[in-house]
C-alpha cells in the first residue's frame, strides 16, 4: 500500500502512478488517488499522470452518463484533443436519446470548436467524420461543413489510418514506463458518405472525389452511389424490354 511505504520512506512514483492505471470502476475511487498525484517526484511523469487521472475519470463518468461531472473532469484535461474526444463519446450516448436533442447539439458545436482548434492528427479527422454524421441529424449544412473540414485534414495527412481504433498513450520515467490505449472516436467512413449523400448526393459526390488517398475515395465513391441505387424506386409504368 502507497501509505505503508510512504511511512517507511520507501514511496516511489511507479507505486502511484500503477494508482490510476488500475483503471478505477467508482468516481470515489479516483478521489482517493487524487491526493497521491503531487506527491510524484518526477515533474513530467506527474503532469502527465496527472492528465491521465482527468481523462480517465471523464472517461467513467461519461460511460456513467454523469455528463455534468464528465464536462467537469474534461476541462481538466489540457490537451484538447483528447478533451474533444470525451465530448464527442458523450454526443454518442445523446444522440440515442430523442429527447436530448438540444443538448446533443450543444454538445456537438462544442465539440467542433475544439476539434477545430486542435493540430492536424488522424484523431482529429476521425472526430470531424464522426461529427458530419452526428450532426446530419441535427443540421444537414453543418454536416457538409465538418464533412469538407474533415476532407480537408485527411489530405493533408501522410498515409493517415482513419481506421484506427485506439490511441495510445505513455508514461516515462527513470527506469519504468507505463503504456495506455484508449477507443478512438467511432466512426464508420462508409456511414458517413452514405448518411450524408441522402439529401445531397451530387455535393456527397463531389466531396467523396476530392479525397487524395486512393482507397479512401473509392470507399466513399462506392457508399454514395450504392445509397443512390437503394434509393432509386423503379418505375412501375416502366415496360418490360422486348426479348
Known amino acids: 500500500l502507497v501509505e505503508d511505504a510512504e511511512s517507511n520512506g520507501k514511496l516511489a512514483d511507479p507505486m502511484i502512478i500503477n494508482l490510476v492505471f488500475r483503471e478505477p470502476t467508482e468516481d470515489e475511487q479516483f478521489e482517493k488517488i487524487k491526493p497521491w498525484l503531487d506527491k510524484i517526484k518526477e515533474e513530467k511523469p506527474r503532469a502527465e499522470t496527472i492528465n491521465y487521472f482527468w481523462y480517465k475519470r471523464a472517461d467513467l463518468a461519461v460511460k456513467q452518463k454523469r455528463f455534468e461531472d464528465a464536462e467537469k473532469y474534461a476541462m481538466k484535461v489540457p490537451e484538447l484533443e483528447f478533451r474533444a474526444i470525451l465530448f464527442f463519446d458523450m454526443a454518442k450516448i445523446q444522440e440515442k436519446n430523442v429527447n436530448d436533442a438540444a443538448a446533443l447539439f450543444e454538445t456537438l458545436n462544442r465539440v467542433s470548436k475544439m476539434a477545430r482548434s486542435v493540430d492536424i492528427s488522424v484523431s482529429k479527422a476521425q472526430v470531424l467524420l464522426g461529427l458530419a454524421t452526428l450532426y446530419e441529424k441535427t443540421n444537414h449544412s453543418t454536416a457538409m461543413d465538418e464533412l469538407t473540414e474533415a476532407i480537408r485534414v485527411t489530405n493533408s495527412l501522410k498515409d493517415p489510418d482513419l481506421f484506427k481504433t485506439y490511441i495510445s498513450r505513455?508514461?516515462?520515467?527513470?527506469?519504468?514506463?507505463?503504456?495506455?490505449?484508449?477507443?478512438?472516436?467511432?466512426?464508420?467512413?462508409?456511414?458517413?458518405?452514405?448518411?450524408?449523400?441522402?439529401?445531397?448526393?451530387?455535393?456527397?459526390?463531389?466531396q467523396a472525389k476530392s479525397l487524395d488517398d486512393r482507397y479512401f475515395r473509392t470507399l466513399a465513391v462506392i457508399a454514395v452511389a450504392a445509397n443512390c441505387a437503394k434509393n432509386t424506386k423503379p418505375d412501375p409504368k416502366a415496360k418490360p424490354a422486348v426479348k
Open 170 to 206: 505513455q508514461i516515462m520515467g527513470k527506469g519504468y514506463g507505463y503504456y495506455a490505449s484508449f477507443s478512438a472516436p467511432g466512426f464508420d467512413l462508409e456511414k458517413t458518405f452514405e448518411e450524408l449523400s441522402k439529401k445531397d448526393f451530387e455535393i456527397s459526390l463531389g
